[in-house]
């Protein structure tokens, strides 16, 4: 399993952009990059997933290089509400439940 | 759509007590996960059952841990005697999987919190 490193914490501030880099240097053909997003007191939710260049949703964007060896997650114009901790996860698409770990995912916090 | 629904969302025990967590996934789903998340070890995957078959239960801590899955619509989550260390929030996730495969996102409760005294 491709193991990540992202940033422990991160600050910002109302209105900007908040770009959080994984770094999964031993990604393998077959994963594809998830992101999850953990409110205070709430489960993770899924936000945006991918394998190569760009996926955009209604929610954040996310790039991927060519070597696919890290990824960007970007949250245009943060809100206070979007104060949370944000996971990435690498795996196959196919893998079952158990293949996906969470690590310790990074910290924002959105300041008025 | 109902989401995935936990109860008790709050429990408080004393040690050695028998507790019982509860789960009822989103109908359709057939892959249930129960997870624990602690400060100390993160979000940690217990167990995983596939239509109702439990798969990979390596995550469960000990034998005082115990899961069930007696049909689509309810899992539980069962620790006895509790201790202390059990402290923890408890999320159940469901999602639909294809031959054993997860085929898209892990849908969670809002957790169970546990406290052990």
């Known amino acids: 399993l491709a193991k990540t490193t992202q940033p422990i914490s991160m600050d910002s501030y109302e209105g900007q952009e908040v770009n959080i880099t994984c770094s999964h240097n031993?990604?393998?053909?077959?994963?594809?990059i998830t992101w999850y997003q953990q409110f205070p007191s709430q489960g993770p939710r899924f936000i945006i997933q991918?394998?190569?260049t760009k996926v955009t949703n209604e929610v954040a964007s996310l790039f991927i290089p060519a070597d696919r060896k890290s990824s960007t997650l970007s949250l245009p114009r943060v809100s206070l509400s979007d104060t949370a901790v944000y996971y990435c996860?690498?795996?196959?698409?196919?893998?079952?439940?158990?293949?996906?770990?969470f690590g310790g995912g990074t910290r924002v916090l959105v300041k008025p | 759509d109902a989401g995935v629904i936990q109860s008790p969302r709050h429990e408080v025990t004393e040690m050695g007590q028998e507790v019982t967590l509860r789960c009822k996934p989103i109908?359709?789903?057939?892959?249930l996960f129960w997870y624990r998340q602690t400060m100390m070890r993160g979000l940690e995957l217990l167990i995983y059952?596939?239509?109702?078959?439990?798969?990979?239960d390596s995550g469960m801590p000990e034998d005082r841990f115990s899961a069930k899955m007696p049909n689509a619509s309810f899992s539980t989550l069962k620790i006895q005697p509790s201790e202390p260390r059990d402290s923890a929030v408890y999320f159940c996730?469901?999602?639909?999987?294809?031959?054993?495969?997860?085929?898209?996102?892990?849908?969670f409760g809002e957790g169970s919190r546990l406290t052990v005294l």
């Open positions: 996860l690498v795996g196959p698409i196919k893998a079952a439940g158990n293949k996906l770990t």
């Open positions: 996730a469901s999602s639909w999987t294809t031959g054993g495969s997860l085929t898209g996102e892990l849908f």
């Open positions: 059952f596939n239509n109702n078959v439990p798969i990979d």
């Open positions: 031993n990604i393998a053909t077959n994963d594809y």
């Open positions: 991918g394998y190569k």
């Open positions: 109908s359709g789903h057939n892959s």
